[in-house]
């Protein structure tokens, strides 16, 4: 395929199109009249040497082909975008732009909220997008970092790519604070015989993969694709859940749970941003790890936040050992 014979023009024209299945939509969105986004459609065709748009009815439906271009055309155009969107220069506090990051709920209620803090007090201009990860982060990891400016990640789930490190966190142990039958730790037997909730998504594979090597088969009761759900689905039952210390921490007064720590010696968690080796140089991009790296140093430095849950209803709040 010789790309310097190809017309640059024609991805933004065969996404409009695929997306809206519509000639005269896809030449509304960008700005071209219907005759020249018949041509487009026309010279798309000769091309692939396919239809694909065939009409069926009174409407368009995509062929075989189209629909297989359909999430490649998003992608091309994605990355061109950002491609051409590169900056030699990049001045935070005048820029105006949006950065996607993709991250599960954990790495934002911890990381994301300070980072978003820091960019609102020095860049004004500077939007922050959050996107949840996918479950086919592992399989298409290129395909992801392509279309995106960074993903929150720890390491041992996806490799092959830049990464700057952010900050390290732990595993612990939620369980109700009435539970019947945990007291101050738990044992390798508790943690086969009592019902979990548990994480149904890949990043926490790693500490999954310790359990199975110890040999302990969590009985999973509940799965849920939150990390912020999970004392919630502790809280008043027999379960137990398997979570980030930090965001223990920070969840703490919103369900009557306390943490434990693991009645063996848990693999830390060492939470990087990564990105497209298209993005490297780019000033842009530059600013934004450096700016992630330096909230991640903040957040090693300073002790952990606190929080304390609120004292229940007609308690008397000075009475509390913690007051």
Do not use: C
Request: aromatic share 6%; charged share 25%.
């Amino acid at each position: 395929m010789n790309l310097g014979r190809l017309d640059l023009n024609l991805v933004v024209a065969l996404r409009a199109l695929l997306e809206e299945r519509n000639v005269t939509r896809a030449g509304q969105r960008v700005g071209l009249s219907q005759p020249a986004m018949s041509a487009a459609l026309a010279r798309l065709r000769r091309h692939f040497d396919d239809d694909l748009l065939a009409r069926v009815g009174g409407h368009y439906e995509l062929t075989a082909l189209g629909q297989v271009l359909l999430d490649r055309a998003s992608t091309a155009y994605d990355l061109l975008e950002r491609l051409f969107a590169s900056q030699a220069d990049f001045d935070p506090a005048r820029e105006s732009r949006e950065f996607k990051l993709v991250a599960s709920d954990y790495a934002v209620a911890v990381f994301g909220a300070e980072l978003a803090r820091v960019v609102h007090q020095e860049a004004p201009g500077i939007r922050l997008r959050f996107a949840q990860t996918p479950t086919s982060v592992v399989d298409a990891t290129d395909a992801l970092l392509s279309t995106t400016d960074g993903l929150f990640m720890p390491h041992g789930v996806i490799s092959g790519f830049p990464a700057t490190d952010l900050y390290q966190d732990r595993w612990v142990f939620l369980v109700a604070d009435d539970h019947p039958s945990v007291g101050d730790r738990l044992t390798r037997e508790d943690l086969a015989r009592l019902p979990w909730v548990t994480y149904q998504r890949t990043y926490d594979a790693p500490a999954v993969r310790q359990l199975g090597m110890l040999g302990i088969e969590p009985r999973v009761e509940v799965s849920v694709d939150s990390f912020q759900i999970m004392p919630l689905l502790v809280d008043g039952t027999r379960r137990i859940a398997l979570i980030q210390a930090r965001l223990a921490r920070l969840l703490a007064p919103l369900a009557a749970v306390r943490a434990v720590e693991p009645p063996y010696e848990a693999v830390p968690l060492s939470e990087a941003l990564w990105w497209h080796p298209v993005h490297t140089h780019d000033a842009a991009h530059i600013w934004l790890r450096e700016t992630a790296a330096r909230v991640g140093r903040r957040m090693t430095e300073e002790r952990p936040r606190h929080h304390r849950r609120p004292p229940a209803a007609g308690s008397n709040s000075h009475d509390s050992p913690e007051s």
